[in-house]
């Protein structure tokens, strides 16, 4: 938002974080974002704090704070959409709108716009406007500066006014040709989880291909080749391998099944428990794979782990496949060592039980078998024949599909992947 020009005050209850961004050094690993609060922070159009209060005269109060999964249930836990709409309330003027981000369980924008007009100041009448994002992590920036598209959602007579004002914040996007659509609130709240729930599919689907193809001998990555030539298809979304995770599609599909019970439709988001199903099956059968090649138990194996976040050009670890698999190795007797190019220190802190490496070579210093779990654009650039040198036994499973299985077999490795054929 500064760098489209607007003059922004973020806020955030952790203290330590916003002491961090105010010196442009960002929490987390994002491509890129380091070096724009670089460009941003000395314009003086970006503050952090943890005062509302300083937030008082905005035009725009975005709310962008998480909706993880409740611990034990599926639904998802909404707590801090109205902890932080709680504190703005009081803050809040009559010309402000308030805009929420944040992926929420339909109906959530209704009952935000009624405790937001309770804890206001007397006579002023909140204005809310649902605006979802679409963003994808390691393409955080682009996607934000530049999305596919705009969802806005307004209600109630502002709806008109409030449509003008995002218009106006995103005014240069917009100029660029970036379609904007107009709906209610529910439809808002919809097109974001409906569009994770179709993105899970496609995965989940191109997955249990690959499971027929394990058993057919036919090969998952063709198949997907051949199907994405059809527009209608598309290649995208279409790579099969240990599957989805981090903190939106797994949590986002719970959570829509949970609120469709809720809302009686549960019959129609039946299949997303399969689709679910068929993610997670992804992540054992990754883990009977390297048993199997390791002649039917992984106790005392080396396994060297390729990959701690859920996804390339992030340190995001929220239900990584990798690690999942990491542990599950772990603990059927296998000595595991993880490396990854930005994700380690996070995964240390949640998996202290694993050892690390700062290299691929380290990690994969006298193993039995390697396993590629994270498809880093490093690990593609991997020498076979190098690596073959340090591991005892040059056996990969590739569980992303990404690297190149004639580069690795001339080079002496047995390559196994999911859904592809043994030679
Ligand atoms: C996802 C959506 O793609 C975004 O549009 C959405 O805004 C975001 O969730 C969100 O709800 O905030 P993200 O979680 O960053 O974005 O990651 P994706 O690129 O969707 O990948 C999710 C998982 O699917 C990763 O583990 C990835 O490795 C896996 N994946 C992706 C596959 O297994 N196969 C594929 O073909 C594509």
């Not at 938002?1 to 607007?6: I, K, P």
């Not at 704090?49 to 999964?69: E, K, L, M, R, S």
């Not at 836990?77 to 308030?98: I, M, N, R």
């Amino acid at each position: 938002m500064a760098e489209l020009g607007h003059t922004v005050i973020a806020v955030d209850s952790d203290a330590g974080k916003v002491e961090s961004l105010s010196r442009g050094v960002a929490p987390m690993f994002e491509p890129g974002l380091d070096e724009l609060l670089a460009v941003v922070l000395p314009t003086g159009r970006l503050r952090f704090t943890t005062d509302y209060a300083q937030a008082a005269n905005a035009d725009v109060h975005f709310i962008c704070v998480g909706t993880p999964q409740r611990r034990g249930e599926n639904a998802a836990d909404t707590s801090f959409v109205f902890a932080a709409a709680q504190s703005l309330a009081p803050h809040l003027s009559g010309k402000a709108l308030v805009v929420g981000k944040s992926t929420v369980p339909v109906g959530t924008a209704a009952r935000l716009r009624d405790r937001l007009q309770q804890g206001a100041p007397s006579g002023v009448g909140v204005r809310l406007a649902w605006n979802p994002e679409f963003l994808r992590e390691g393409f955080a920036i682009r996607d934000t500066v530049a999305p596919n598209r705009f969802v806005y959602g307004v209600q109630g007579p502002s709806a008109d006014a409030d449509v003008a004002l995002l218009d106006e914040v995103y005014a240069s996007p917009l100029a660029s040709g970036t379609p904007r659509l107009v709906t209610d609130f529910a439809t808002a709240e919809l097109v974001k989880v409906a569009a994770n729930a179709f993105l899970a599919t496609k995965i989940s689907f191109i997955n249990a291909m690959a499971e027929v193809c394990e058993a057919a001998g036919a090969d998952v990555v063709q198949l997907a080749d051949a199907l994405g030539h059809d527009d209608r298809i598309g290649r995208k979304f279409l790579n099969a391998g240990v599957g989805f995770g981090g903190g939106c599609l797994p949590k986002d599909i719970r959570a829509f099944m949970a609120r469709a019970c809720e809302l009686g439709a549960d019959e129609a988001l039946g299949f997303l428990r399969e689709i679910d199903a068929i993610n997670v099956r992804r992540r054992s059968r990754m883990v009977d794979l390297a048993r199997e090649q390791c002649g039917g138990t992984l106790a005392g194996r080396r396994v060297a782990v390729l990959g701690a976040a859920f996804k390339p050009d992030s340190d995001d670890i929220r239900d990584s496949p990798a690690l999942d698999v990491a542990e599950a190795a772990r603990q059927e007797g296998a000595v595991v060592t993880v490396h990854d190019p930005k994700a380690i220190e996070a995964a240390r802190l949640v998996h202290p039980e694993l050892a690390y490496a700062d290299t691929v070579e380290g990690a994969c210093m006298g193993a039995n078998v390697v396993l590629h779990l994270t498809e880093w654009k490093q690990f593609r650039e991997i020498d076979p024949a190098a690596l073959a040198a340090v591991v005892a036994n040059p056996l990969i499973i590739d569980g992303r599909n990404t690297l190149d299985p004639a580069r690795w077999r001339s080079a002496g490795w047995v390559y196994r992947a999911l859904g592809r054929p043994t030679v």
